[in-house]
């Protein structure tokens, strides 16, 4: 999960909370949303967000590109009218279209992060739920090496609770994101294995897996790979 740490809201955004018709708080907030994004308010969001996100979905750190994105309400704005247009409840993540996303994967267990079955149709439990927008909510987390999320060896019973909820609800151990982890990580490792004894190029190599390069991750995954090769950086 990426911690996503907001900024300034974008001026469109501001300018529709403080609409005075509804003061930000619609009745329907599912058409309120759907005028203002087709009325482009989307743009600036997505040029504010991709940046602080680095280009990765903020649940399951893919790159943006790789399904296509949305722009997601981390607390439901069906359940929370009031968070309809609050920048601190938004984010980026994947899928952007789950038909054709469907069409691509064999498996139809596959939709993950916030199209997933349980995020969309809100049956998730708020108290429960890990927000990116939480302090340290990264740690919470642990990144085996097959590929699948854990609890943190550190994490209280109730923390253990709100990661295996959070796990299910946005779907991030489907097999597709296992798989494509476990793939990232042995990868590196191999890279590691191969410029052992060469500090320069292994260095580089860091460089490239954890700096963003114009406000980009370059691999996705990067708090599972920084778990794994933090260990190797010198
Ligand atoms: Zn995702």
Redesign the pocket.
Known sequence: MIELKHDDPPHKLEQRKNNPNDNGTPENPRKAWSNFYRNNGKQEIHEKLIPLQGDL??????KLDK?G?HIEHILSKTQNPLLTFEYSNLSL???SDEKKFKDKEIDDNSI???HAPLKKTNTYNENLFIKPTEANCNSLFSYEINGKIGSNNNNSEFDKQRVEHTLEV?NLNCYRLIREREEIILQGYEIIKELQGEPELLNHFFELEFEKVNSKYLFPFVNARKEHYSLFKK
């Open positions: 979905c903020v649940y399951c750190e893919n399904h994105f993540s994947c899928v993950s992060c916030g946005l």
